[in-house]
């Protein structure tokens, strides 16, 4: 349990890291993709995009 944590967490800091770079390509942008200011802060919650990511995989990975 803890490796799948330790995934997440560090898929989470490399798309964080990544998320100027995804914007450029329309990735955070779709309809279904929560931007947000908090305190300051731009949060994004990418719902749409992380699924069209998901399928855009799954169909990738059916492929191979």
Same mark, same amino acid.
């Given at each position: 349990?803890?490796? &799948?944590?330790? !995934?997440v967490?560090? $898929?989470?800091? =490399? /798309? *964080? $890291?990544a998320?100027? &770079? #995804? $914007? +450029?390509?329309?990735?955070?942008? /779709?309809p279904?993709? #929560?931007?947000?200011?908090?305190?300051?802060?731009? @949060? *994004? /919650?990418?719902? $749409?995009?992380? =699924?069209?990511?998901? !399928?855009? /995989?799954?169909? @990738?990975? +059916?492929?191979?």
């Amino acid at each position: 349990m803890i490796r &799948w944590v330790f !995934v997440v967490f560090l $898929a989470t800091v =490399l /798309l *964080s $890291a990544a998320q100027p &770079w #995804l $914007a +450029k390509l329309g990735i955070g942008r /779709l309809p279904g993709d #929560l931007r947000f200011r908090i305190f300051g802060r731009e @949060v *994004s /919650l990418p719902f $749409a995009s992380s =699924l069209l990511i998901s !399928v855009i /995989l799954l169909v @990738v990975m +059916k492929l191979f």
